[in-house]
């Protein structure tokens, strides 16, 4: 998996901090631009994601490229609906040899990964035959499996993106999205930390939102997200 | 393919037309849905669709249930963020015969579909034998194709899914969601033809949205969607 | 202010409870449908809401016409995005007799609102003067108060007022918006009881989400919302 | 009326190329940055443009900060939801002089002006009167007329945009969002210019999406926004 940010909205916490003031403000834009610090609009934000008011969070955009992850991840990943996705499209590129990505589990016991990656292989063969027989890219790639790797490019809104880590960097969603999460996290806090201080899985800032804790350790799933 | 219509807004014509007459009128809800007749309704909602002035057709919400579809389908389907799905899961679902759709262009290939199915199968039996050795399900299905049977749930107001079968009656559209399409379209006309009539792909009513009509006959395009 | 339920997805509550099985099955929407008894639905639903699973409730959407509100509530109600609105709209309606909102402050003090009252109609005279003049309807309500009344006719689905009854009946929402909120989730609840159970304020359920509690009676907010 | 841009996504050109060639290469991000000329940029994009393929135009987001207009334009303007709005509110800002807009046709008949100002201006002293008298501003708000000034944030992507101008530049729309929609479009050309070549209102590159042109000349409307 390779993550990187293309692009993000020119300094995002001062608009932000800058937008959010106006609600309350009788003064403009730019008279409110005028007093904010870096210190001011970090401690702002910071009192804002406190009080649950993240609207003006929608402000900031943050736009990923995002490549050797599988199908099955961005399956699941295109169900954000307030993202925008352009992403590889399997009817227009056919892939000879297409990469695939390998679940851990697999890895982990050779003899199993052997298996997998025999059949995989064997499917490959199968597709390229297809292509080669005539039939078109769009029905032959019915033969490839969802370890099939794609790229994608991805835009999201700092509001949103908060939701997706919540949701994503939990340790019962799936392994490929939780780390794609963690990386765009990882990402998000070097350009904008007080945007996503505290950051995470439900449960880094708070009670298990599912009402459980069955996933492990409390106070290591906190940590981690503190170093992030 | 199976689709079948679950519920939908009770009377969904009446409703669209109370709101779009609103906009326009002094007095209130009841006493515009007093004059409704179900003829003036229909001829109200064909002028707003020739204006253009469809937001009120958002009132009217159709949900669908659909099975016998593959995940390529699927992964289209969900591009489309103002809808609701619900869709079984291949984490939670481990399917040890699991079904999986054909293209017609390899069914149209005796050879070339007992390349296919063999391929599949042996794929089937390698998912088979990772879950028997204790690989979870959520890491075995990335063996399965493409190809594989799902079922989902779907949610569309009538304006979204008019937007829909826009770009998904097109003869430039994948098959297999045209296929899904028609068939949405042929439900609907049912229970509402008048929110729906004249609708089908761009060039049903007018020039080819993407400025070309390089998909083949525009007459027959036309006469299968009036006949709809 | 008057509110009406106009329309909603025929059997709410099943549909829901459909899709959402439909997730971990491996059966199809009908064999479930056969199995969901009422009851079975009701504590369906109610676990899906404890874990916070609230997708599927999206499935089943509600409309509502509202009467007698001001424009100030429904400038504050549009902002909600995922909805659908029509509105009577003061460009193409002019009301030469306007009825108006006047807040329970004011009526609670005799001697102010008898000088509001004298300044909406005092406007409301110049705002007929300068139509009588030729001016357009469209420039003329320039005039118009916030304290105006409007109409407007609104659909939303089970999880959007969900969230939308967790703002606006917290006891800082606006009192008109407020009032307009709890006749909502009146009216739902009589049609959708167990989409809707526990619902109301964010501390109805849990701890007040904006951290603090300063609004008043924690003890009688929930028991408010558990009656009504 | 006063709209500056406050902040974009960097490079809005090239990233929405970047995405937008992904779908149909096999290369990965990278690759497809480095042969992204500024020209082959421009062009790229405007083939998309005229194919109706706009999806990548998402990745690339604009705040603008708004001063100066009515709060008519304001409710207006938040019906649009695929955007982020951050307002100055009537709650929590109360203004003892409030400045306010005065419609053109009005501004063009001095007699009908002088009525106009004198009914704001009693309203002024009367709402003053009622905060003095210990009225929330928040109450003392519903006699605010539709003219008084408002100040908002606002972001939107290249996709919406093109779609706000399609609608908000026709001149049936109503003057005053006309106005802002027009201004927008002038900011966005200056750092965006092949993302909005052609955008105006609909009649600008093709027939009235109305099915009318009853608003006047078509070739001066195409004239101004070939210009702009």
Redesign the interface.
């Known amino acids: 998996m390779?993550v990187?940010m293309?692009?993000?909205?020119?300094?995002?916490e001062?608009?932000v901090a800058?937008?959010?003031k106006?609600?309350?403000?009788?003064v403009?834009?730019?008279a409110i631009a005028e007093k904010l610090t870096p210190e001011k609009t970090a401690g702002f934000i910071q009192k804002l994601a406190?009080?649950?008011h993240v609207?003006?969070f929608?402000?900031a955009?943050f736009?990923f490229?995002i490549?050797g992850v599988?199908?099955?991840l961005?399956?699941q990943l295109?169900?954000h609906?307030?993202a925008?996705?352009?992403?590889?499209?399997?009817?227009?590129?056919s892939?000879k040899e297409f990469p695939?990505?390998?679940?851990p589990?697999?890895q982990a016991?050779p003899e199993?990964k052997i298996?997998?990656d025999?059949?995989?292989q064997?499917?490959g063969k199968?597709y390229t035959?297809?292509l080669d027989?005539g039939?078109?890219a769009?029905?032959a790639?019915?033969?490839?499996?969802?370890?099939c790797e794609t790229?994608?490019?991805v835009?999201m809104?700092a509001r949103e993106l908060r939701h997706f880590f919540l949701l994503r960097c939990c340790n019962r969603a799936?392994w490929e999205i939780h780390d794609l999460a963690d990386r765009m996290l990882t990402l998000v806090k070097q350009v904008a930390p007080a945007l996503f201080a505290q950051t995470g899985p439900g449960c880094a800032a708070g009670p298990c939102?599912?009402?459980k804790m069955s996933c492990g350790n409390l106070a290591d799933v906190r940590e981690k997200y503190q170093k992030l």
């Open positions: 390779r990187i293309l692009q993000h909205t020119q300094d995002p001062h608009v800058q937008a959010a106006l609600c309350y403000s009788a403009g834009v730019e406190d009080m649950g609207s003006a929608e402000h955009a736009t490229g490549e599988s199908r099955a961005t399956h295109v169900r609906r307030l925008s996705f352009s992403q590889q499209s399997q009817r227009y590129v892939l695939y990505v390998c679940p589990s697999l016991q199993l298996k997998f025999r059949a995989v064997e499917l199968t035959e297809l027989a039939i078109p769009e029905d790639r019915y033969l490839l499996p969802n370890a790229k994608i490019v835009t809104n799936q939102p599912e009402g």
